[in-house]
């Protein structure tokens, strides 16, 4: 595969995630959260660490802090001592957090389900097998 045809399944993988996520965007934003605050508060259950999401998420650490102390302040994440290392904190979602992350989810699902159905079950199936193998 050159460098072109690279390129041009990046952008339109891009595009549909894009587009996926603009659908969604009214229905989250009607849960309270912005669209950003969305990817914050879904990388929290993995990485409860400021610094260890801000890299993954690939924004800017102060970012980050602003998204979160919005998402604290709208009572989805508290802050907690980090029982192996005293001197941390780590982000836990609060049972708010999870009911709002849990919806926000099942609205981006299902706007990306709309995309899926337009494939048939089996390459549904496939595409599944290539993105797995394609983020392993």
Excluded: C, W
Excluded at 64 to 84: C, E, F, M, P, S
Excluded at 94 to 105: D, P, W
């Amino acid at each position: 595969m050159n460098e072109a045809d690279a390129a041009r399944i990046f952008r339109l993988n891009l595009q549909l995630s894009t587009e996926t996520l603009t659908a969604a965007t009214p229905e989250i934003e009607a849960l309270g959260l912005e669209a950003k605050e969305f990817f914050v508060l879904d990388g929290l259950e993995e990485r409860p660490y400021p610094a260890e999401l801000a890299r993954h998420l690939s924004m800017p650490k102060p970012t980050v802090t602003l998204y979160l102390k919005n998402l604290q302040a709208k009572g989805l994440i508290v802050r907690a001592i980090d029982a192996q290392d005293l001197r941390r904190h780590r982000l836990e979602l609060t049972a708010l957090g999870l009911e709002t992350l849990t919806r926000a989810r099942a609205s981006l699902a299902s706007r990306y389900g709309e995309r899926l159905a337009r494939l048939s079950r089996r390459d549904q199936d496939e595409f599944v097998r290539l993105l797995e193998k394609l983020s392993g």
